[in-house]
């Protein structure tokens, strides 16, 4: 059993490694390009809408909460670096872009992850990684088990990874828990559905093998926007827990649910090996030699593990890339000429401080010329239909406001014994030859208190009319 063990940890490292070698490095140019895009294109997004439409090749991962998602994630990369625990653990979208880099002898940080929102920082510590992302998670949804549709962007670069972008989504879950709505599951489905409905995306459909499988419901996600699996890969995981008896061949093989990429299965850390922190590299030898002593998966190899699922997922893509890249060039063509075509409008290129100082200057200027002349009743575009401008102002002032003060009867609640009492207040111990100011003043103030509310809508008609366009 010892050398059986031995020798499993030892082509489990060769397998790994001969995943990773140069001679399967396919995608070195293309993917890394994509990647390039994404991190331009993602904060425009937020800005301006044309950007959005623009979607670029990735890998959509989805699948039920606990299928074990993280688990098949981390394995691809060989780090622990995802949040764990027993109710939903992915809550924003991660859009995780592996990039492979050579390895350079005597260099001890061979890897290292970059956040988009933290560019100029390497995290050599994967658990910080793991960290980070709770971090940003909760300043998103807080502390319970609220999502949001909001990314997150990691970048792993590493000599043990092949390039690949994948988008991790929020598991689909059914029961509420913590601070979400009750509605939880439409939201998680709608946030996933508009990953997975677009053509540039490849569906990673991942399905726990100890559940009925012709239910997953990532499967059947995947089958209502790509009937035709075209673009679709179904990542069985858990096999080694599946009850007595039982196995899931036929799905590898796509007797059951035909899908055009094919099925991949996996072995995943148990929770136990994830407490007992069970280094990936041994989950990867002990899945190698389970499915070597597992009769049933003989003649499936590569069908079977996780390096053959991270090469298929980067020869996939790859090519899924090259199909794409006709219409992606279009779009950006596109684009790019609406956006010159804009620049233009705003005038030429100014180099020099100066230059642009004279410019703002010159935009302030107009500016004030035309908001006068639109105020004195100078503007060659004064409108026939109703009043505008100065004179509307001149309106408000003169009926409107006239009108409101009219209406203010200045002596209402002032009566004679309230003028009395306030003047032999004001006197004190003594009589006095001529009325004090103070008590006039006391009166005076309480009356024009009144006058507050027809002054403030007077002036909120004169604002709302500066600041009308026209």
Request: glycine share 6%; hydrophobic share 35%.
């Amino acid at each position: 059993m010892g050398k059986n063990s031995k020798r499993s940890n030892s082509n489990s490292n060769s397998d790994v490694a001969q995943s990773t070698h140069p001679s399967f490095f396919i995608g070195s140019s293309v993917i890394p390009i994509i990647n390039k895009l994404q991190d331009i294109f993602s904060p425009l997004g937020d800005i301006d809408d044309r950007f959005t439409g623009l979607r670029l090749p990735q890998v959509a991962v989805i699948g039920s909460q606990s299928s074990g998602k993280s688990s098949v994630l981390e394995a691809l990369v060989g780090r622990d670096f995802l949040p764990r625990g027993c109710d939903i653990c992915t809550r924003r979208p991660l859009v995780l872009q592996l990039e492979k880099r050579s390895a350079e002898i005597g260099n001890d940080s061979l890897e290292w992850g970059e956040f988009g929102h933290l560019s100029e920082k390497r995290f050599y510590d994967f658990s910080a990684i793991r960290r980070e992302i709770l971090a940003e998670t909760e300043k998103e949804v807080g502390v319970n088990k609220g999502v949001s549709d909001k990314q997150i962007r990691l970048k792993i670069c590493s000599p043990n990874v092949l390039n690949i972008t994948l988008v991790d989504l929020p598991g689909i879950t059914k029961v509420p828990v913590g601070d979400q709505p009750s509605d939880i599951e439409a939201r998680i489905r709608d946030m996933i559905m508009s990953y997975i409905k677009q053509e540039t995306s490849i569906i990673l459909a991942v399905s726990p093998a100890n559940a009925d499988l012709a239910n997953s419901d990532a499967l059947q996600m995947a089958k209502q926007v790509d009937p035709t699996g075209t673009r679709t890969i179904g990542v069985i995981t858990k096999l080694d827990i599946m009850d007595k008896g039982t196995n899931a061949r036929s799905f590898l093989l796509g007797k059951v649910i035909p899908l055009r990429l094919g099925y991949i299965g996996v072995v995943n850390r148990s929770q136990e090996d994830i407490n007992n922190n069970r280094p990936i590299r041994e989950a990867l030898a002990y899945e190698e030699q389970f499915f070597r002593d597992y009769h049933v998966y003989r003649g499936l190899s590569d069908r079977c593990g996780i390096p053959q699922l991270a090469k298929k997922l980067n020869q996939i893509l790859e090519q899924h890339i090259r199909n794409v890249l006709p219409t992606l060039k279009t779009d950006l063509t596109s684009q790019l000429v609406a956006a010159e075509k804009e620049l233009h409008a705003y005038g030429e290129a100014l180099e020099s401080k100066g230059e642009r100082g004279a410019m703002l200057l010159n935009i302030l200027t107009k500016y004030s010329e035309a908001f006068s002349s639109e105020v004195d009743g100078k503007s060659q575009a004064m409108t026939t239909k109703e009043l505008s401008g100065g004179a509307r102002i001149h309106h408000i002032f003169q009926s409107i406001f006239v009108k409101s003060l009219e209406e203010v009867d200045p002596c209402e609640d002032l009566s004679d014994e309230d003028i009395r009492i306030a003047i032999h207040n004001a006197t004190g111990p003594r009589n006095a030859l001529f009325v004090p100011e103070v008590p006039f003043e006391v009166l005076v103030r309480r009356q024009i208190a009144r006058l507050l509310d027809p002054s403030l809508q007077c002036l909120r008609f004169v604002y709302d009319e500066l600041i009308k366009p026209y």
